[in-house]
């Protein structure tokens, strides 16, 4: 069975850095398209960063570009989102996801079908 698991969220103080984790299991992350999203209270799931099949492309969201890189460990069957420089509006719900069909790298939830539960960040002194 598919499933995604994100750890890693926290409370943080501005300026401050978290890595996020994305373990998969029930298929080989590699060959699929991983995003990862993000939920604050009362506003919409927002694309935060994608990577394509195999780390073939990556992308981000323009209010997270230069702080936030996503990665992969095929080992580990793990992606992760390492967050630098954190801000208060960086404070959400984070939540990944699998296209699990084309292996596209995507900021668009409406091309994932599968997500883990979410693991909440916030960033406050």
């Known amino acids: 069975q598919l499933q995604l698991v994100e750890s890693g969220g926290g409370l943080v103080q501005p300026g401050g850095s978290l890595r996020l984790s994305c373990a998969a299991s029930?298929?080989?992350?590699?060959?699929?398209?991983i995003g990862w999203f993000r939920q604050a209270p009362g506003k919409e799931r927002e694309g935060v960063a994608c990577?394509?099949?195999?780390?073939?492309?990556?992308n981000y969201a323009e209010s997270v570009k230069g702080r936030f890189t996503i990665s992969r460990d095929n080992a580990e069957n793990t992606v992760y989102l390492q967050m630098n420089s954190l801000k208060p509006e960086d404070t959400a719900v984070y939540y990944c996801?699998?296209?699990?069909?084309?292996?596209?790298?995507?900021?668009?939830?409406?091309?994932?079908?599968?997500w883990g539960q979410g693991t909440r960040v916030t960033v406050s002194s």
């Open positions: 996801a699998t296209d699990y069909r084309f292996g596209l790298c995507t900021l668009s939830k409406r091309d994932y079908g599968y």
């Open positions: 029930g298929f080989t992350m590699d060959l699929y398209g």
């Open positions: 990577i394509s099949r195999q780390g073939g492309s990556t």
